[in-house]
C-alpha cells in the first residue's frame, strides 16, 4: 500500500510539472501572436506609407493622368503609342512617302492629283469596256461622299482650338503674367529660326515623326525622365529667381488694378 501511495504521488508531481509546462508554451504563443500583429500593423502602415510617396512622385509638365490619356485617348493615342505596330507603322509610312514625294522628288500637289485620278479613270474605264467582250457584269463603282456629320464635327473641333489659342494669347498680351509671356515669345522666335531652315513640309513631318517616337519612348523611360525633368526644373527656378532679381524686379511697373463693370 505505502508503494502505491508513493507511486500515485510520483504521478501527480510529474502532471503538475506537465501542466506547468503547457501553460507556459500557451503563453508564449499567445505572446508571440501579440507581437506578430503590431509588426503586421508596422508593414500595413509602411506599404501605405510607400504608395503614397509613390503617388506624390514628381511627373513631367506636373502630368497626373497616363500618357495615353494625355494625347486624348482613344484611336489616335494608339497610334502613337504603338498600341497596333502595323497600323501606326503604315501611318508613318505613309507620311513619309508623301514626304519624299514632295520634298526630295519635288512633286506638286497639283500635279500628283491629276495624275491619280488619271490612272484611277483610266483603270476603271478599260475595266468597264472590257467587260462587254468577256461577258461579265461590269465593275460595281461605289459612290463616294463626305458625311455632313464629320464635317461638321472637324469644323467645331477646329474652331474650338482656334478660340483656345485667341485666348491664351489674350490672356499673354494683357501683361499679367510675365513668366509665360518670356516662355511663348522664346517658344515662337525658335519656331520662327526653324520655319527659316525649312519648309512647312518638313515641319510638318518631322512634327509627325516626333509624336511618334518622343511618346513611346518616354512612356517606356517614364521614372528616369521624370527624375531628370526634376531636377532641370529645379536649376531653371534657381537661375530664374537670380535674373527676375538681378533685372526683372528693377522694371518699374505701373499699379494694375482691376477695373469692375459698373
Known amino acids: ?3 502505491h501511495a508513493e507511486e500515485s504521488k510520483g504521478e501527480s ?13 500557451s503563453s508564449s504563443s499567445s505572446s508571440d501572436s501579440d507581437n506578430e500583429k503590431p509588426k503586421k500593423s508596422e508593414k500595413k502602415s ?12 514628381w511627373r513631367l509638365f506636373g502630368r497626373e493622368k497616363p500618357v495615353h490619356k494625355v494625347l486624348g485617348g482613344g484611336k489616335p493615342a494608339d497610334v502613337f ?17 508623301i514626304w519624299v514625294l514632295f520634298e526630295l522628288l519635288e512633286y506638286h500637289l497639283l500635279t500628283l492629283v491629276c495624275h491619280c485620278l488619271i490612272l484611277l479613270l483610266a483603270v476603271l474605264f478599260l475595266w468597264s ?4 467582250f ?10 463616294v461622299s463626305i458625311p455632313e456629320d464629320l464635317t461638321v464635327n472637324v469644323a467645331l473641333s477646329l474652331r474650338y482650338e482656334i478660340n483656345q489659342g485667341f485666348a491664351v494669347l489674350r490672356q499673354i498680351a494683357s501683361g ?5 509671356f518670356i516662355i511663348v515669345i522664346a517658344g515662337l522666335w525658335l519656331l520662327s529660326v526653324v520655319g527659316s531652315c525649312c519648309n512647312f513640309l518638313t515641319l510638318f513631318y518631322i512634327t509627325f515623326v516626333l509624336l511618334h517616337t518622343v511618346p ?15 531636377k532641370a526644373t529645379a536649376e531653371f527656378k534657381k537661375h530664374y529667381a537670380v535674373f527676375n532679381e538681378k533685372c526683372l524686379s528693377k522694371i518699374p511697373r505701373g499699379p494694375l488694378k482691376d477695373k469692375k463693370l459698373q
Open 216 to 230: 513611346v519612348l518616354y512612356e517606356k523611360y517614364e521614372d528616369k525622365i521624370d527624375a531628370f525633368g526634376e
Open 1 to 3: 500500500m505505502a508503494d
Open 176 to 180: 499679367k503674367d510675365l513668366k509665360k
Open 129 to 132: 469596256n472590257a467587260t462587254t
Open 46 to 57: 509602411e506599404e501605405a506609407g510607400s504608395s503614397s510617396i509613390k503617388n506624390k512622385i
Open 81 to 97: 503609342l504603338w498600341r497596333n505596330k502595323k497600323i501606326s507603322a503604315s501611318v508613318l509610312g505613309g507620311a513619309t512617302a
Open 13 to 25: 508531481l510529474i502532471e503538475k510539472i506537465e501542466e506547468k509546462f503547457h501553460s507556459h508554451d
Open 134 to 143: 468577256i461577258n461579265k457584269s461590269p465593275p460595281h463603282i461605289p459612290e
